[in-house]
């Protein structure tokens, strides 16, 4: 396959994806999971992909599986973060080298992949970064602020910085799905994995992605989401 090119750099498709699992975590995704599916197929067609569909009452699972790709459904609607732990799970059952993430509504480039397969190599966790000039003015402008302040706060927790700490766009090494022990089961889960990993020690890196927004929803909960990352927050402080 070609390679595609990217601002953090590029390597051919498929090339480092050997033992690499793709993780889709979506709900009420019907509108955008068939688009995302094709697109990762035409740039990593080998690579294995898990749609956990967390209780969606649309047809997110059949338009995943029509699409080619396996997926594991929970029967109610329990929160990406549990989405997650549940891809995170099958991951480590099949031995994978390393879980990659990326939303279901379209806000992560598939081009991109290759970029993060080749982080991958010199990294433990690798995350998208949105927040250069070029791509941060794309953003909402509260979100922008939101994104900031969570990033500074989250990189002292982690003790090493990290500009974009809300992407959910990541690749995972198993070895920090095996070693750190995780406890959150909400959105908390993705600020939970960094700081942990940084105060362990693993190697964070990040690269350049797009920000990508098209009034896509969002199922975040303000305020009992708020709520529960303070906590989070309060409990390594």
């Given at each position: 396959a070609?390679?595609?090119?990217?601002?953090?750099?590029?390597?051919?498709?498929?090339?480092?994806?050997?033992?690499?699992?793709?993780?889709?975590?979506?709900?009420?995704?019907?509108?955008?999971?068939?688009?995302?599916?094709?697109?990762?197929?035409?740039?990593?067609?080998?690579?294995?992909?898990?749609?956990?569909?967390?209780?969606?009452?649309?047809?997110?699972?059949?338009?995943?599986?029509?699409?080619?790709?396996?997926?594991?459904?929970?029967?109610?609607?329990?929160?990406?973060?549990?989405?997650?732990?549940?891809?995170?799970a099958?991951?480590?059952?099949?031995?994978?080298?390393?879980?990659?993430?990326?939303?279901?509504?379209?806000?992560?480039?598939?081009?991109?992949?290759?970029?993060f397969?080749?982080?991958?190599?010199?990294?433990?966790?690798?995350?998208?970064?949105?927040?250069?000039?070029?791509?941060?003015?794309?953003?909402?402008?509260?979100?922008?602020?939101?994104?900031?302040?969570?990033?500074?706060?989250?990189?002292?927790?982690?003790?090493?910085?990290?500009?974009?700490?809300?992407?959910?766009?990541?690749?995972?090494s198993?070895?920090?799905?095996?070693?750190?022990?995780?406890?959150?089961?909400?959105?908390?889960?993705?600020?939970?994995?960094?700081?942990?990993?940084?105060?362990a020690?693993?190697?964070?890196?990040?690269?350049?992605?797009?920000?990508?927004?098209?009034?896509?929803?969002?199922?975040?909960?303000?305020?009992r989401?708020?709520?529960?990352?303070?906590?989070?927050?309060?409990?390594?402080?």
């Amino acid at each position: 396959a070609p390679a595609i090119p990217h601002p953090a750099g590029s390597v051919a498709a498929g090339a480092v994806i050997a033992g690499d699992l793709l993780l889709i975590p979506a709900y009420q995704a019907e509108r955008w999971i068939a688009g995302v599916l094709a697109g990762v197929r035409s740039v990593a067609p080998d690579l294995e992909v898990l749609v956990v569909d967390d209780g969606s009452r649309d047809g997110t699972s059949v338009s995943a599986r029509g699409a080619g790709a396996e997926v594991v459904r929970h029967p109610i609607n329990q929160g990406k973060g549990a989405a997650l732990r549940t891809g995170f799970a099958e991951a480590l059952a099949r031995g994978a080298r390393g879980v990659l993430t990326m939303d279901a509504d379209g806000q992560h480039p598939p081009a991109c992949l290759p970029a993060f397969l080749e982080a991958s190599r010199r990294a433990d966790l690798v995350l998208g970064c949105r927040m250069l000039p070029g791509e941060v003015r794309k953003m909402p402008w509260l979100r922008r602020q939101t994104n900031r302040t969570m990033s500074r706060v989250l990189s002292g927790l982690a003790r090493t910085p990290i500009k974009d700490t809300q992407c959910g766009y990541r690749w995972i090494s198993a070895r920090i799905l095996r070693e750190v022990p995780l406890r959150s089961a909400n959105y908390e889960l993705e600020s939970e994995i960094l700081i942990r990993a940084g105060r362990a020690g693993f190697r964070i890196s990040e690269v350049t992605i797009p920000a990508v927004y098209a009034g896509e929803a969002s199922h975040i909960r303000k305020g009992r989401d708020t709520v529960r990352f303070l906590k989070l927050v309060a409990g390594f402080v």
